[in-house]
């Protein structure tokens, strides 16, 4: 019996490790490969510092390769990755929204570029560390939750096609972390208790600011700080220094809590007002992207969180008009913004999800 061949993106971490280690143990053919994303000296950064994509991370997945007596290739796709994550990630920033690039870079770098090289070299598969399990239904391929629901990747994978969907493995679905680390141990793995990656890869220090800056040479232009009336109440120091519900950093004082709950690139002014206005009950999502189902022909009842670790809450989304979904919560949400990703689910389905575009 022919083998069949998967790929595995190896960031360096443990999750993407065991996973290599896990498939080759299920009698695949695999191969690790690590994605080059970004020089980091064009960030200004040490050889061995940076988030999932620095040069230590690619020895530590090498070793773990030489390891599992498995082959190891890097890929780069330097270029790639500045025209479709970090370039957009700035110029959003820039625009007045707060993007989310795991996602960007999951659909354009890992889920497509990959996928298509992984099909070029012959694989049949790729395969991620990522919490998240793929099933096959009734004919469609569907995108569903882990077992363990404390580490659910699936809000950064709602952009998954079909196509990708049935080429691709999330061997970890139905273990946890403490499992995964006590496999990778077993496995004389070296980076068995390496910590999590928290912070964006090409922003390790979450200087958000100072990164645009840094990379596309712009310079914020203070404005106003105004009220929800539109009256001047002080001085802000550019938009991309904050974002919807920021409440600390602000600058200034007004003897009571303010947030910011609004920004508006073409004027140049920030909103700051009480924390009840950050409420919102309607978000208006583009470039929406649905897993288990082609459209939505009437009213669906699902529930949704409108950004990564917000609490999941009941609502119903509503058929696509001039490419823009209507989802109305039952319950309003807390400081939903322009640019962050609204992903739904069907209990353990996710049915689909897209990009804030709008609230009220």
Known sequence: MVK???????????????????LSEQGYEVCGCTLRMYDNSVLGEDYREGGCCSLADVDDAKSVCRKLGIDHIVLNFTEEFGRKVMGPFADSYISGETPNP????????????????AELLGFDYIATGHYANIAFENGRYLLKRPADRRKDQTYVLYTLTQHQLAHTLFPLYGMDKPDIRAFA???????????????????PDGDYAAFIERYSGYR????????????????????INYTIGQRRGLGVTFGKPVFVT??????????????????????YLREVNLISCDNISEPMRVTAKARY??????????????GIMKIEF???????????????????????????????
């Open 4 to 22: 069949k061949k998967v790929l595995v993106g190896m960031s360096g971490g443990v999750d993407s490790s065991a996973a290599a280690a896990l």
């Open 262 to 283: 609004d920004k508006d690139p073409g004027k140049g002014t920030v909103t700051l007002s009480d924390e009840a206005d950050l409420f919102k009950s309607v978000l």
């Open 102 to 117: 795991c996602i960007e870079c999951n659909k354009h770098m890992k889920f497509d570029l990959m996928l298509r090289r």
């Open 220 to 239: 914020p232009v203070s404005g106003d700080f105004v009220n929800p009336a539109g009256e001047k109440i002080g001085v802000h120091a550019g938009l």
């Open 185 to 203: 141990e077993e496995r004389g793995l070296i980076n068995s208790r390496k910590p999590d990656s928290q912070d964006i890869c090409f922003v």
């Open 309 to 322: 670790s917000a609490r999941e809450q009941e609502a119903v989304i509503y058929p696509a008009e001039k």
């Open 330 to 360: 039952l319950s309003p949400v807390r400081a939903p913004a322009k640019g962050q990703a609204c992903v739904f689910y069907d209990g353990d389905i996710v049915v689909g999800g897209g990009i804030i575009d709008g609230a009220e």
